[in-house]
């Protein structure tokens, strides 16, 4: 089945740094990819909506200047948290709409375990 | 807002029992997706739920859509410990996001 790949599975920064996390879809092509945020025991939030050669849609409270989201293609989304601290460890996790067979299916990635210490 | 509740928010069952978990909202829905999540990992989806009242199986997983379209149940028949996980109900906005209910953590112990 098709497979989006995220990467890095893990990471760890120091406080102020920036990371940068990388979403492909590898046998489609998604137009639109949307990037979730999920603390442990808690369900996923989404942050905003990535959308091919255009703006990235923001969810209500997401800064947009802390989380900084390109798609560039049509096959890769990044979401990049830019100076990090220690409130944004979180799992973060992007999807995107088809390859499941089913007409209304998102792919998922893996996700990214963030770490700033 | 068109929350979805989830509940319970945690069950952990012996090998072998029946359980049942629920989504409910108080707004109708065109459609209702069930996702499984391991820990470390993103969600799968089981299944997605389009027309009132209607029931689809897959083994012994068990998915009904209310007749009215505002909530979903999720029947799993004699749980296995592969069945842990999070269970997670999610909605499919009109501009195509997908938003999550709460989930029920599953804990089928042996």
């Known amino acids: 089945g098709a497979v989006v790949s995220q990467h890095p599975s893990r990471v760890i920064c120091k406080s102020g740094t920036s990371v940068k996390i990388e979403c492909r879809s590898l046998d489609f092509q998604a137009t639109t990819m949307f990037w979730y945020r999920q603390f442990p025991k808690q369900s996923l939030m989404l942050m905003a909506t990535?959308?091919?050669?255009?703006?990235?849609?923001?969810e209500q409270g997401v800064e947009k200047d802390k989380f900084l989201i390109n798609h560039a293609s049509l096959t890769l989304s990044t979401l990049t948290v830019t100076s990090a601290h220690p409130e944004d460890s979180s799992f973060y996790i992007c999807?995107?709409?088809?390859?499941?067979?089913?007409?209304?299916?998102?792919?998922f990635g893996s996700g990214t375990r963030l770490t700033v210490v | 807002t068109q929350l979805l509740e989830q509940s319970p928010q945690f069950l952990s069952i012996q090998e072998g029992e029946n359980l049942t978990v629920y989504c409910n909202s108080s707004s109708v829905f065109s459609s209702l997706q069930w996702y499984r999540q391991e820990p470390g990992e993103g969600p799968v989806l089981l299944v997605t739920?389009?027309?009132?009242?209607e029931v689809k199986k897959l083994k012994r997983l068990t998915f009904q859509f209310g007749d009215a379209r505002k909530d979903s149940s999720l029947h799993i028949t004699a749980a296995q410990t592969g069945d842990t996980g999070l269970y997670l109900c999610?909605?499919?906005?009109?501009?195509?996001?997908?938003?999550f209910g709460r989930g029920t953590q599953l804990t089928v112990w042996p």
């Open positions: 739920v389009v027309t009132g009242g």
């Open positions: 999807s995107a709409r088809g390859g499941t067979g089913e007409v209304y299916g998102y792919t």
């Open positions: 999610a909605r499919r906005s009109t501009l195509g996001r997908l938003y």
């Open positions: 990535s959308n091919e050669g255009s703006k990235a849609t923001y």
